[in-house]
């Protein structure tokens, strides 16, 4: 129309693919997409390791089939390897993507033995939630300084926030998991640079 100012339109910041139904499958997108920002951090200085990219690809091919055990499992093997002594200067709040194997101790130990499972659920349920909106923020910080647009994202992230609760809510995991998807749609898998060394079963036959 002649006169109207060039403004460009507005995109929805939750426009990307559905999101899955399946709870265990929502409980994945929240490792995935900051386990897919974390291999790009300044501390790998844009060549991650391949044992560290391997079960994230892994993860994220098992999810796409459905197969969402064995991408869990995946997971689980990235997250003990962020826990390696070899990584000590992955920074805080990916640090809480780190899962140690804790030497065996009598059950009496843990802070939380005399709690109620309704009890020890909501803790567990609020830590969750702190660290999600932790991670999101140090999300939308390194896209920053790294050139890449999570601009649209970042109402989710204020959503979320204001529905954290305590008690956390569904209104908190709905936006949250919303602002993972829509990272993982925007931020590109990390890749090694050079070529990756085949592993043993993709070896050619001489």
Avoid at 18 to 30: F, I, M, Q, W, Y
Avoid at 105 to 116: G, K, N, R, T, V
Avoid at 141 to 153: F, I, K, M, N, Q
Wanted: hydrophobic residues 45%; glycine residues 6%; without cysteine.
């Amino acid at each position: 129309m002649p006169g109207a100012p060039n403004r460009p339109p507005e995109i929805a910041p939750a426009a990307e693919a559905t999101l899955p139904a399946d709870e265990t499958a929502r409980r994945l997108l929240r490792r995935l997409g900051p386990m897919r920002v974390a291999l790009q951090l300044e501390l790998w200085k844009g060549n991650p390791s391949q044992e560290l990219l391997r079960p994230l690809e892994l993860a994220e091919t098992n999810l796409a089939s459905g197969d969402l055990a064995t991408a869990s499992g995946h997971l689980d093997q990235l997250a003990v390897r962020f826990a390696e002594p070899r990584w000590p200067t992955l920074p805080v709040p990916f640090r809480g993507l780190r899962v140690s194997i804790p030497a065996p101790q009598p059950p009496q130990w843990d802070p939380e033995h005399a709690l109620s499972p309704a009890e020890k659920d909501a803790r567990r349920l609020q830590r969750e939630a702190e660290l999600q909106v932790a991670l999101a923020r140090a999300t939308l910080e390194w896209a920053a300084r790294s050139g890449v647009d999570l601009a649209g994202l970042a109402p989710l992230l204020v959503e979320a926030a204001a529905a954290q609760g305590p008690p956390t809510t569904p209104a908190f995991f709905d936006a949250i998991d919303r602002f993972w998807q829509g990272v993982r749609a925007r931020v590109p898998m990390p890749k090694p640079q050079g070529r990756a060394p085949l592993a043993p079963s993709e070896s050619r036959v001489a």
